[in-house]
């Protein structure tokens, strides 16, 4: 059974960081390309931040690039997304994802099971 878990939201000031970790387990993770998408209120679900398997391809949601930052350790099957300069637009429920598209304005949802919970962040001003 493949588990996906998020951790590290919180709350943080306007300028601060947060990095958030996801652990699976249940699979071959290192051969996964992994992804963040995020849920404001009232909003869909938005693409974020997506890395292969092998970590040679990275793309970002142009509003966070040169702030966010997709990581991995598939030592630890963990991937991760360090985020900086969070700004109180980035407040949103945040989903890790197996299998997501890399590319950033692809339509292709992977299925539910590939999903994990979600980890809050909200940002204050």
């Known amino acids: 059974q493949v588990q996906v878990a998020e951790s590290g939201g919180g709350l943080v000031q306007a300028g601060g960081s947060l990095r958030l970790s996801c652990e699976v387990s249940?699979?071959?993770?290192?051969?996964?390309?992994m992804g963040w998408y995020r849920q404001a209120p009232g909003k869909k679900r938005e693409f974020v931040a997506a890395?292969?398997?092998?970590?040679?391809?990275?793309n970002y949601h142009g509003n966070v690039k040169g702030r966010f930052t997709i990581s991995r350790d598939n030592a630890k099957n963990t991937v991760y997304l360090q985020m900086n300069n969070l700004k109180p637009e980035d407040t949103a429920i945040y989903f890790c994802?197996?299998?997501?598209?890399?590319?950033?304005?692809?339509?292709?949802?992977?299925?539910?099971?590939?999903w994990g919970q979600g980890t809050a962040v909200a940002v204050s001003s």
């Open positions: 249940g699979r071959t993770f290192n051969r996964d390309d």
């Open positions: 890395m292969s398997w092998s970590g040679s391809i990275i």
């Open positions: 994802v197996i299998g997501p598209p890399l590319a950033p304005d692809s339509t292709y949802v992977p299925c539910d099971e590939l």
